[in-house]
């Protein structure tokens, strides 16, 4: 494709996103690859042995009707449906899948964004001539995944004029379904949503502006920008702003052009609420560990950390260092410092969910050895390194770990990093 021309195409025509979602995708995919499990209500978890306490990461459609979604417990699906079958996932089966999907997809624009494992955007705008109609393309990657991944795996598709729009339109037409948001439609569609039906407007963010009185979109039109300015703070009111008005100008960027890895981070749901904070600190300790492994396999360095614990009180904050560390212990030991200036009003709190990145990255071969870095431990890291690499994550670690969660760096489902997606272009 020749990019001047595409630029001039880009200039003169609004443009043509489209946006694919799988339906119920990990549990789509265990039951296309085992009949048995097919019509029924199935629960993806991440764990072994499904203990009870233990988080649904996926369902399948027959699950979802009867109410058991992403975040639903063991016991709470158990109670809605005695039968559910559950599974242990299998990410590498998933992400084989995702690149046969990728592979698709590219035959129909160069420019094929992967959102996240089960997600990608394409660009159609430069080559929608070719194809006639988005409708037309949608037929054909809809047969193609019929065809070379399974019958049972079906997608969601949206198409729009921006990446927004093109994701709000795939979510209303759930599942197996088409659906089109043209600038026109914007208002009357923002009329009948909530906040939280766009992507980028959270649960959190959603409650922020029911509380200053924003229950639908098309308020915010109208709402004081100072205000939200005041509330949100100058980026995220510019972001909120052009929402509402259904506008966005990211571009669709190509998923074998990886960015500059911006953060590197990992989230763990706990089995149950946990109120012994050594066992918290234990895998926390762990995170920052798994976190240390994907540093150092992408040969960089942070300066920076965060960290959120959520529970019974929420608890989040971040911290930039002047100095470079790439070691679960740095890690650990700069992200102490938040966690001690929290303070709690509940006498006995719990934590759920725990999550860390790292921020402010650099690569190794930019960093300069400071006088007072010790080169012998980057040695004894790396040999650490080739030895769990061989053995499996985590067979050499920190005595503090030794009864806590084994944890292991496999890709999640959210891909919240960049880490998986460069492994996914390879
Ligand atoms: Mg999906």
Redesign the pocket.
Known sequence: MHTARVARLDSLQPRQIMHI?????FASVEQQYNPLLRGKPIGVTAANGTPNGACIIASSREAKKLGIQTGTRVWEAINICPSITFVKSDFLKYLEISKVFLKICSDYSPFVELF?L??VFIDITPTIHLFGSPENIVRLIKTRIRDEIGEYITV?VGVSHNKLLAKLASSRNKPNGFGKIEENDIDSIYSTIEPTDLCGIGRAMGSRLNKIGIKNLLQIRNYSKEKLVLEFGPAYADVLENMAWGRDDRPVVPYYLLNETKSVGRSYCLHQNEYDKRIVMQNLYELCEEVGIKLRRLNKKARGVSVSLAGTCDIHGRKTYGDYFDTGAEIFKRLKPILEKHTCSVSREYVRQISISVHNLKDNGDLLLSLFDNPKKDKVQATIDRINDRFGDHTIRNGFLLYSDKLTTMPNGYMADRFERANLAT
């Open positions: 979602d799988f339906d119920s995708f996240s089960d997600e969601s």
